[in-house]
């Protein structure tokens, strides 16, 4: 409320100054028509000017400050996969009950990373994204997210993931995750709601996690090919991935 009441105050001044200005003009002059002439044609310009300032350059600079707020996010996603996001993906896609069948439709004989990565997304498009839970080291997948828990914590501090809706959910989908699995005392004699519930809170960590490590191999490909291409060889999806090239 002050904030506005100040720059009423201010544009009464600068008015009132303008006017003052003009006054002058013609006290001395006494051609009103002159300033008649250049009054209308200022406020002409106006329009001219909120649209080269306004939506133009403005825009210009917006973008600008978007790319380079997003290029900033898609680091600290980068750091998410390699601390948390990497291993967790794996784990999940090797207790997926179609990682076989998932693992064959992605190899493709094409060199070209580019066409390895649109192979990959292909064989993940409408994919179901279920875990066995027979096969989950439930108490692995504990150990490893309580672990990571102040990490996860310190990547929601960072105010640039307001404008990554689709990460934040992510993050928000393993907290959750995360508590469940620290409520529970041990996992051996589990009741099979309780099974359910945890099997249904790691589909849909993975099936946004998948999603998540997509968008951020495609940003690898434009952006950081060399980084693209070792992350592309370390396929979470592919248990037997290794970041060595053969030269066999």
């Known amino acids: 409320m002050n904030r506005m009441k100040w720059q009423v105050v201010l544009g009464i ?3 009132a100054l303008s006017s003052a200005c003009y006054f002058l003009h013609y006290l001395i002059f ?11 044609g200022d406020i002409a310009f106006v329009f001219v000017e909120v649209l080269l300032v306004t939506l133009i350059i403005h825009g210009l600079l917006e973008g600008r400050e978007k790319r380079s707020r997003l290029s900033k996010l898609n680091m600290v996603i980068g750091v998410f996969f390699s601390e948390v996001g990497t291993k967790l993906l794996n784990d999940l896609a090797r207790w997926d009950p179609d990682a076989e069948e998932l693992k064959a439709r992605m190899r493709t004989t094409s060199p070209a990373p580019g066409n390895a990565l649109a192979k990959i997304r292909e064989s993940l498009d409408g994919h179901a994204y279920a875990v066995d839970s027979t096969t989950i080291d439930w108490q692995d997948l504990r ?6 828990r102040n990490f996860l914590v310190r990547l929601l501090e960072n105010p640039n993931l307001l404008e990554h809706e689709s990460f934040t ?18 996992f051996e004699d589990m009741p099979d709601t309780d099974r359910r519930h945890l099997t249904g809170d790691a589909k849909r960590v993975y099936g946004k996690l998948a ?17 693209f291409s070792l992350a592309l060889r370390m396929n979470p999806f592919d248990p037997s991935a290794s970041p060595v090239v053969s030269e066999t």
């Open 13 to 15: 001044i600068l008015l």
């Open 169 to 186: 959910d992510l993050l928000w989908a393993i907290f959750h995750l995360t508590e469940e699995l620290d409520a529970r005392p041990d």
């Open 30 to 40: 006494r051609d009103p028509h002159h300033i008649f002439i250049y009054l209308v």
């Open 211 to 227: 999603s998540q490590w997509l968008d951020y191999m495609e940003h690898l490909r434009t952006g950081y090919p060399y980084l």
């Open 143 to 148: 150990d490893h997210l309580v672990e990571k």
